[in-house]
C-alpha cells in the first residue's frame, strides 16, 4: 500500500474505509480494492464494524459506520462551545434558570458548557460533569432520536419508556420532573448537526418550585429557539 505508515493494521484498516469511501462493497470487492489477503479483510471489517466505524446495508454489503459521523460532529465542537456561551447567557437571563449543553460520550453524558444562575438557588451543573443516560430531560434529548437498537439498549434501565421518547420526538423538546435528582425540574431539545443528526442538547434546569411539575409549558418554546440557533451555526459552517 501507498504512504504506510509503519503500522501495518492501521494501514490496513485505513485501506478498507477508504475502499468503502467509494460505497457499499461486498467482501469480494474488498478484496480487490484493498488487495489484502480474504480473511485479513474480513478480519478488519468485521472488526472495524464492532468499533462501528464500519456497518452493513440491507444487502450485507459494508458501508462506513456511523461512528466517523460522530467523530466528525466531535471535530466541530470548538465551532458549537464558541457559539454555545452566549446563547446559554441568553437563554438563562430569559428564563431566570441555569442552562447547559450537553454532549453524548458512549454510556454518559457530559455537560460541555453551562451558564449559571448569578443568584438564589442555582441548582447549576459544572462543566465537565458526567451524567448519566438514564435519566433526565437531556438523556431522552440525545437518546430518542438514536438508531432502533441503540434506542432499544439505552431504555434498560431507564427511567423514562419508549413511549415517553415517542412524545418527545413528536413535540421536538422533553422534560423531566425529578427524575435524576428528586426536587429538579428540566427541559431540553436537541441541536442538530448539518446531517441532521442530534449532536448536543440544550437544557434548563431548577427547583420544581420554580419551573413546576410542568416545565414545559413554561420554557420550552425558549429552549427550542436557543437549540435551533445552534443548529443553524452548525448548518452554515458544515459541522
Given at each position: 500500500?501507498?504512504?504506510?505508515?509503519g503500522?501495518?493494521?492501521?494501514?490496513?484498516?485505513?485501506?478498507?474505509?477508504?475502499?468503502?469511501?467509494?460505497?457499499?462493497?461486498?467482501?469480494?470487492?474488498?478484496?480487490?480494492?484493498?488487495?489484502?489477503?480474504?480473511?485479513?479483510?474480513?478480519?478488519?471489517?468485521?472488526?472495524?464494524?464492532?468499533?462501528?466505524?464500519?456497518?452493513?446495508?440491507?444487502?450485507?454489503?459494508?458501508?462506513?459506520?456511523?461512528?466517523?459521523?460522530?467523530?466528525?460532529?466531535?471535530?466541530?465542537?470548538?465551532?458549537?462551545?464558541?457559539a454555545?456561551?452566549?446563547?446559554?447567557?441568553?437563554?438563562?437571563?430569559?428564563?431566570?434558570?441555569?442552562?447547559?449543553?450537553?454532549?453524548?460520550?458512549?454510556?454518559?453524558?457530559?455537560?460541555?458548557?453551562?451558564?449559571?444562575?448569578?443568584?438564589?438557588?442555582?441548582?447549576?451543573?459544572?462543566?465537565?460533569?458526567?451524567?448519566?443516560?438514564?435519566?433526565?430531560?437531556?438523556?431522552?434529548?440525545?437518546?430518542?432520536?438514536?438508531?432502533?437498537?441503540?434506542?432499544?439498549?439505552?431504555?434498560?434501565?431507564?427511567?423514562?419508556?419508549?413511549?415517553?421518547?415517542?412524545?418527545?420526538?413528536?413535540?421536538?423538546?422533553?422534560?423531566?420532573?425529578?427524575?435524576?435528582?428528586?426536587?429538579?425540574?428540566?427541559?431540553?431539545?436537541?441541536?442538530?448537526?448539518?446531517?441532521g443528526?442530534?449532536?448536543?442538547?440544550?437544557?434548563?434546569?431548577?427547583?420544581?418550585?420554580?419551573?413546576?411539575?410542568?416545565?414545559?409549558?413554561?420554557?420550552?418554546?425558549?429552549?427550542?429557539?436557543?437549540?435551533?440557533?445552534?443548529?443553524?451555526?452548525?448548518?452554515?459552517t458544515?459541522?
Amino acid at each position: 500500500m501507498d504512504n504506510s505508515s509503519g503500522v501495518g493494521v492501521l494501514d490496513k484498516a485505513a485501506a478498507v474505509l477508504s475502499a468503502l469511501e467509494a460505497g457499499p462493497a461486498t467482501l469480494a470487492q474488498l478484496v480487490a480494492s484493498t488487495h489484502l489477503a480474504r480473511p485479513t479483510a474480513h478480519r478488519l471489517a468485521v472488526a472495524l464494524e464492532h468499533h462501528r466505524f464500519v456497518a452493513r446495508d440491507i444487502q450485507g454489503r459494508f458501508v462506513l459506520g456511523p461512528r466517523l459521523g460522530e467523530l466528525s460532529t466531535a471535530a466541530g465542537e470548538d465551532r458549537l462551545l464558541a457559539a454555545a456561551g452566549p446563547v446559554l447567557a441568553a437563554i438563562r437571563d430569559h428564563t431566570g434558570e441555569s442552562a447547559q449543553l450537553y454532549r453524548r460520550q458512549g454510556d454518559v453524558r457530559i455537560c460541555v458548557a453551562a451558564a449559571e444562575r448569578p443568584i438564589g438557588l442555582r441548582d447549576s451543573i459544572p462543566v465537565g460533569a458526567t451524567l448519566t443516560m438514564q435519566a433526565g430531560s437531556a438523556a431522552q434529548i440525545l437518546l430518542a432520536w438514536e438508531e432502533p437498537d441503540r434506542l432499544h439498549r439505552g431504555l434498560h434501565g431507564a427511567q423514562f419508556t419508549a413511549t415517553m421518547l415517542s412524545g418527545v420526538r413528536r413535540r421536538g423538546w422533553a422534560q423531566s420532573v425529578g427524575e435524576r435528582e428528586p426536587g429538579v425540574a428540566s427541559v431540553s431539545a436537541p441541536v442538530r448537526g448539518s446531517s441532521g443528526r442530534v449532536v448536543a442538547a440544550v437544557s434548563v434546569s431548577g427547583p420544581i418550585e420554580r419551573l413546576t411539575r410542568q416545565p414545559g409549558r413554561l420554557h420550552a418554546a425558549a429552549v427550542v429557539s436557543a437549540a435551533n440557533r445552534l443548529t443553524e451555526v452548525l448548518k452554515r459552517t458544515g459541522e
